[in-house]
């Protein structure tokens, strides 16, 4: 007969009935991710309020890919630049100069790595930095910086809250994997990538055929290795948001139980049996999450949840 253990020291409770979990991933996610991307708390925040979603009601007719508004870069870094202080546009102007002058590619790249260190650095900017990054590493065509490039991307992509923003992200960071993938075809980090792009853009704004694509990316990484817990992961965010719940439980599950404190997986998961009506499940999973992050704010809003559940 199984016994309820106590959460001492964030332990997983192996051996409870009704597992627990919640948002809190994001507190704790933050940590992991951002030590890679380097973007800030903040969007991470925001991923939790905005991209995770709700119960779905009963299903009717399928659905419609929404029209999603393209975004305009070049109008996105003019707008950029006229915020700058003279000083500082004045700095910008000489690199951008640099760029029409470079006769060779290395002195073309060592230009807009310059624009792009400008942007992080002085403008604080995280769009225009990430383009410039983007635009080195298609001209330096190594798989290193294509890597770099695509992964920052699908990291900022994933906490993006407005649609037409995330989906340019989204589109651009799958064509950097697609590059990286040309030179290196078996590497299941960048299919891991590409299909994490796929689910976490459009499939998350609400676009079914870009959420299939990437499960079946995924599905040929976890195919070769079904301990990795990132596919997993993805499979079973891509599965609620498809709403193929029983199987989304089964891989969120596997992955809190090898990952206790992975909380974003955590968060899914109650979810998960949220939107499949299991309300008993949900909050138990709200409940660990509460435990993991241990934060009065955070734990409001999670009670906010249950008591919608209730």
């Known amino acids: 007969m199984l016994r309820k253990r106590t959460h001492r020291n964030n332990s997983f409770p192996f051996t409870l009935k009704k597992p627990i979990t919640t948002k809190g991933y994001y507190y704790l996610f933050v940590k992991q991710l951002f030590a890679i991307s380097g973007v800030g708390l903040i969007l991470l925040i925001s991923l939790f309020l905005f991209a995770k979603i709700e119960p779905p009601k009963k299903k009717t007719t399928p659905q419609i890919t929404p029209a999603v508004a393209s975004f305009n870069i070049t109008n996105y870094l003019e707008e950029a ?19 029409t002058r470079g006769d060779v590619k290395q002195q073309s790249v060592k230009s807009y790595t310059q624009i792009a260190d400008f942007w992080k650095d002085s403008a604080k900017a995280f769009v225009p930095y990430a383009y410039y990054t983007a635009e080195a590493a298609k001209l330096d065509k190594s798989e290193k910086s294509l890597t770099f490039a695509a992964q920052l991307f699908l990291d900022n992509m994933r906490a993006e809250s407005d649609e037409v923003l995330k989906s340019w992200e989204a589109e651009t960071a799958i064509d950097l994997f697609n590059r990286a993938l040309m030179l290196d075809p078996d590497n299941d980090s960048l299919k891991l990538g590409l299909g994490s792009c796929y689910v976490y853009g459009r499939g998350m704004i609400g676009d079914p055929t870009e959420t299939m694509k990437g499960i079946q990316l995924l599905l040929s990484v976890v195919k070769k290795d079904s301990a990795n817990m990132k596919a997993q992961m993805v499979l079973g965010i891509g599965g609620v948001i498809s709403r193929q719940y029983p199987k989304a439980i089964e891989r969120l599950l596997k992955v809190a139980k090898a990952e206790p404190e992975n909380l974003e997986a955590i968060s899914w998961l109650a979810d998960a049996y949220a939107a499949a009506g299991d309300n008993s499940n949900a909050i138990s999973w709200y409940q660990y999450s509460k435990k993991l992050v241990n934060n009065a704010e955070f734990s409001k809003d999670v009670d906010e949840r249950i008591k919608a559940l209730k």
């Open 81 to 99: 630049k006229q915020k700058l202080p003279a000083g500082k546009l004045i700095s910008l102007s000489k690199l951008e100069n640099n760029i």
